[in-house]
């Protein structure tokens, strides 16, 4: 057996505490705010919050362009030192695969969804590798090409972290391109977790799925020479209560504004003097003025479903804010959601019945369901059962390692300056 000298970080979406609380290996951490993913994987590469790295939430407002962009790739949008800045400065090697903003990063290995999509229509799949012969490498180490139907849609299913966990061993056991640091993702948990809730037999089978994952991933650490952290970047909690819309509270109050083109309510980011970028269970609204602000606050505080109106200076108190903010924050109560159409489904623009997470101004876990027609995917917010994003109590992430600790890490922030110690002793 191989004496550790490397590490491999494992970052499980949807690991909360709540569901492994019963086995020995795992402990418990608070994570960070927002707890979505972009903020949880730029929070720990750069051990810092989202109000010093920028990245807010999955999706950004982009102010000079008039324009929401989710789930954007470029590694330019974090800001901030990197926690192996210095251990990459004395020669070591890091690697990510299928970590968000990965692209453009300033690391030796890329592994990440990057699909073509083609004019005509539909797309060429395909993962974007640094180095470029990667992908070809690991498609035949895999057996096969990587699905992204499998990573994301009514078909999303374990079939992604299948293909993550059997390329993350493959990378592990290449001499030449094996990074002293590689961090990794299993994406499958967060899937029925949101579609059927925490407490379902569909998560209980899919955390069993998790757990022989991870007792893979070990022992191809250990035949290695690899050390490892495992870690859930959120907790889901069940979902107790309808979807809050808060896109339709501020239409109502006459403060976003729509374009009708052929019956379909498109929006109007130019003349819109609020609205919000739903993320899961919070929100940032981006307001024209401070006289839009008030009337927003007012307008969202009234709305059943919101548990707090956060504004800037409370952003800056608690290390959130950043100019990609919102003037406000709105955060669900336990149990809600907030959904991201402003518009009725007789008035639904085009896009909306289709996977597309990229021109949605706003995150639709509906995606996870097909609707109808054939091929289209649902509008019923009612199908959702679990959701994740405010941090309410009783929902920490759960995290387990085999390195040596002096103390116990209470939050996701300690874990990141261990990773950062860890490399910064080598």
């Known amino acids: 057996m191989a004496t550790p000298k490397k590490l491999l970080v494992i970052d499980v979406a949807a690991l909360g505490w709540n569901l492994v609380k019963d086995l020995p290996e795992f402990r418990s951490a608070t994570t960070f705010f927002p707890a979505v993913t972009s903020v949880f994987q730029a929070g720990f590469r750069t051990a810092a919050d989202a109000g010093q790295h920028g990245l807010v939430a999955n999706g950004l407002f982009f102010k000079d362009l008039r324009k929401v962009l989710f789930w954007e790739q470029s590694a330019a949008l974090v800001e901030g030192p990197r926690i192996w800045d210095q251990f990459r400065a004395k020669g070591g090697t890091v690697g990510m695969m299928f970590w968000q903003q990965s692209m453009g990063e300033p690391v030796d290995l890329v592994v990440t969804p990057a699909p073509i999509h083609k004019h005509s229509g539909g797309m060429i799949q395909a993962c974007y590798t640094q180095p470029a012969s990667l992908e070809q490498r690991l498609t035949e180490a895999v057996g096969r090409p990587f699905n992204l139907m499998n990573y994301w849609g ?37 899937y029925d977790l949101q579609r059927f809730g925490p407490n379902s037999a569909a998560a209980r089978k899919a955390l069993d799925l998790l757990l022989g994952y991870l007792t893979r991933l070990k022992a ?32 109502d109050a006459g403060l976003f504004q729509v374009r009708d083109i052929r019956k379909m309510d498109y929006t109007d980011f130019f003349t819109s003097t609020a609205f919000a970028v739903v993320d899961h269970q919070i929100a940032h609204v981006y307001c024209r003025d401070s006289a839009a602000t008030t009337k927003a606050a007012d307008v969202l505080s009234k709305l059943p479903g919101v548990a707090e109106v956060l504004t800037r200076e409370y952003q800056k108190n608690r290390g959130l ?5 919102g003037e406000l924050l709105i955060v669900a109560e336990p149990g809600a959601w907030f959904a991201y159409p402003w518009f009725e489904k007789s008035h639904a623009p085009d896009y909306a019945s289709h996977v597309d997470i990229h021109n949605k101004p706003g995150y639709d876990p509906c995606e996870l369901f097909f609707g109808w027609p054939p091929l289209s995917v649902s509008f019923d917010t009612r199908k959702i059962h679990g959701s994740h994003g405010s941090t309410a109590p009783g929902y920490e992430i759960a995290w387990s390692t085999s390195l040596p600790l002096d103390s116990q890490p209470a939050s996701a922030m300690d874990l990141a300056r261990l990773t950062r110690a860890w490399l910064d002793a080598r």
């Not at 804010?321 to 903010?325: K, Y």
């Open 154 to 190: 009514p078909l999303a299913n374990h079939k992604s972290s299948d293909w993550i966990v059997d390329a993350t061993c493959a990378v592990l056991g290449m001499p030449d391109l094996a990074p002293d640091l590689l961090l990794t993702y299993i994406p499958h948990l967060d």
């Open 220 to 251: 191809a650490c250990s035949e290695n020479g690899y050390d490892w952290l495992i870690v859930g970047d959120y907790a889901i909690e069940p979902v107790q209560r309808g979807a809050i819309f808060p896109n339709r509270a501020l239409r």
């Open 321 to 325: 804010l950043h100019p990609r903010s």
